[in-house]
Nanobody, 125 residues
Framework: QVQLVESGGGLVQAGGSLRLSCAASGRTFRNNAMGWFRQAPGKERELVAAISWSGGNTYYTASVKGRFTISRDDAKKSAYLQMNSLKPEDTAVYYC??????????????????WGRGTQVTVSS
């Protein structure tokens, strides 16, 4: 079992930066792929960025490539999402998620087993 808690959301002007953190607790973390999803009002939840359990592979949705960076620190049981050059269309609730052990990092929402409660990111124009 893995419990996840996000932090770092907030209100920022377009062009600004935020760093989201995801703190994990529970029996495992090292062998779980981690992902950041977001959901805007009236839209489906989408995978924004993901990192494999080994840390050797990452995924980014096209709209955030070159602006967002996902990372993980297994010693701290934490994952991060550095978001730069933020745009109003990045406004959403951001969720941290973890797969079962050795799960695929590039899965959709159904491939992730554990979820945080989310943190709001609002980008003003």
């Amino acid at each position: 079992q893995v419990q996840l808690v996000e932090s770092g959301g907030g209100l920022v002007q377009a062009g600004g930066s935020l760093r989201l953190s995801c703190a994990a607790s529970g029996r495992t973390f090292r062998n779980n792929a981690m992902g950041w999803f977001r959901q805007a009002p009236g839209k489906e939840r989408e995978l924004v960025a993901a990192i494999s359990w080994s840390g050797g592979n990452t995924y980014y949705t096209a709209s955030v490539k070159g602006r967002f960076t996902i990372s993980r620190d297994d010693a701290k049981k934490s994952a991060y999402l550095q978001m730069n050059s933020l745009k109003p269309e990045d406004t959403a609730v951001y969720y941290c998620a973890a797969t079962l052990q050795y799960g695929r990092y590039d899965s959709g929402p159904t491939g992730y087993k554990y979820w945080g409660r989310g943190t709001q990111v609002t980008v003003s124009s």
